[in-house]
């Protein structure tokens, strides 16, 4: 008998809980948007932004497998045009528009950075509810200036709310279960920190590749 569909998403909740890892914010010498298909992390950075949380707004994102067909120009351009839109000012928009992972959104943000001759201390990372973890990790670990602070944040939604027609709910279950394999697979291959899994975590995350949410897997 396949599980029931409150049983799935009792345990998409879990694995989304821990992928969400919610930090307290403070002002940071920029903000850095992990853009994808999500434009409501767009919109995160930039009321961010004009809440006064940093002085620059970084975008970084080119074309990806999920946006190739969504999207008529690269993630960073869509997402920067939300925030002029909602009233950032061009001079304080950083694009980054080649990354096509997490690991590139590291390596050539940080090149564009210095090209402008910026080296901010701190970046509070804004990023999907369900890759904040991910994107935390990868960048703890490949950030090429190991004194820069990093805190990570995401619209503030719950796994009940957050799937919509943009972000239907089996595709982001497939996503996270994806991620929660990478989580414990790739500090060993050197692409991020090591992060505790709690086995109840682990164990709702393999009932839901069991039901068949393999999508996503490494």
């Known amino acids: 008998m396949s ?13 989304y809980n821990y992928h969400r890892m919610e930090m307290p914010l403070k002002p940071a010498d920029a903000i850095f948007v992990l853009c994808s298909l999500d434009t409501r992390v767009a919109e995160r950075g930039a009321q961010l932004f004009l809440s006064g949380y940093g002085q620059y707004l970084i975008f970084s994102g080119g074309v990806g497998k999920l946006t190739a067909d969504r999207f008529t120009k690269p993630e960073a351009e869509v997402f920067a045009e939300i925030a002029s839109q909602m009233g950032v000012p061009g001079d304080r928009i950083i694009v980054e528009s080649k990354s096509t992972n997490t690991g590139e959104n590291v390596r050539f943000t940080f ?16 990023q ?13 670990k490949q950030w090429p200036d190991p004194k820069t602070e990093f805190t990570v944040t995401s619209s503030l939604l719950d796994f009940a709310s957050y799937p919509n027609e943009e972000n239907p709910k089996d595709l982001v279950i497939n996503i996270m279960v994806g991620d929660l394999v990478r989580i414990r697979d790739y500090p060993a291959q050197g692409f991020q920190i090591a992060q505790d899994i709690p086995d109840e975590v682990w164990e709702a995350n393999q009932r839901l590749i069991a039901a068949g949410y393999d999508g996503h897997l490494p």
């Open 128 to 140: 999907k509810p369900y890759m904040l973890r991910r994107s935390y990790a990868t960048f703890k």
């Open 3 to 15: 599980p029931s569909v409150s049983n799935i998403d009792r345990d998409a909740e879990v694995v």
């Open 111 to 126: 090149l564009a950075l210095q090209e402008k001759g910026l080296q901010p201390r701190s970046l509070i990372l804004v």
